[in-house]
T-cell receptor, first 117, second 118 residues
Framework: EAQVTQNPRYLITVTGKKLTVTCSQN?????MSWYRQDPGLGLRQIYY???????DKGDVPEGYKVSRKEKRNFPLILESPSPNQTSLYFC????????????????FGDGTRLSIL | AQTVTQSQPEMSVQEAETVTLSCTYD???????LFWYKQPPSRQMILVIR??????QNATENRFSVNFQKAAKSFSLKISDSQLGDAAMYFC???????????????FGQGTILTVHP
């Protein structure tokens, strides 16, 4: 089954304690992305990756890091989490550019609810 | 930068009736894609319908259809014969056409909570 898997689904932690949210897809997609969802703001892109070892900032990258060492994995790293990073996080993937399928939808993971105390 | 606006924070509809959710967007580009996503309480993001900007014909998917007005930069979603399972948050989203920087980035509206009354 084609899917994007995020872990954990829920996490409550404290300010300053480093955490990683993992994301893995089994569709051989080049493009992967992280979003955060906040009330009244919709979803906003944090970081994205066009392919292995190619990452770039989205609209709200402050306080986050990512890596793309393998095609299937795209972890989101919070080195020193703060309460303003309490949010619902989504990982998404899709085929990359140049594939002639620019209108293909992105596949989303089931979300990770992070609470930073 | 592109922006997407959903001006209706909440909407309600009676079961079996029709409801329209509004979405406007701002872009200087001529080629792009528009999407409606549904987010039920389970938090999943489910694609409802998509529209290519170069197509004049409005997209339809069963009970879901859009009214795409390119000149007005409007992209509304009509749900016919509403069902209890349609209750969810609905997001309108914009994406540039393939190629160039920010490829694949979805720009979302604020969302509209739809309540369906039996």
């Amino acid at each position: 089954e084609a899917q994007v898997t995020q872990n954990p689904r829920y996490l409550i932690t404290v300010t300053g304690k480093k955490l990683t949210v993992t994301c893995s897809q089994n569709m051989n997609h080049e493009y992967m992305s992280w979003y955060r969802q906040d009330p009244g703001l919709g979803l906003r892109q944090i970081y994205y990756s066009m392919n292995v070892e190619v990452t770039d900032k989205g609209d709200v990258p402050e306080g986050y890091k990512v890596s793309r060492k393998e095609k299937r994995n795209f972890p989101l790293i919070l080195e020193s989490p703060s309460p303003n990073q309490t949010s619902l996080y989504f990982c998404a993937s899709s085929l990359g550019p140049g594939t002639g399928v620019g209108n293909q939808p992105q596949h989303f993971g089931d979300g990770t609810r992070l609470s930073i105390l | 930068a592109q922006t997407v606006t959903q001006s209706q924070p909440e909407m309600s509809v009676q079961e079996a009736e029709t409801v329209t959710l509004s979405c406007t967007y701002d872009t200087s580009e001529s080629d792009y894609y528009l999407f409606w996503y549904k987010q039920p309480p389970s938090r999943q993001m489910i694609l409802v319908i998509r529209q290519e900007a170069y197509k004049q014909q409005n997209a339809t998917e069963n009970r879901f259809s859009v009214n795409f007005q390119k000149a007005a930069k409007s992209f509304s979603l009509k749900i016919s014969d509403s069902q209890l399972g349609d209750a969810a948050m609905y997001f309108c989203a914009y994406r540039r056409s393939a190629g160039g920087t920010s490829y694949g980035k979805l720009t979302f509206g604020q969302g509209t909570i739809l309540t369906v009354h039996p």
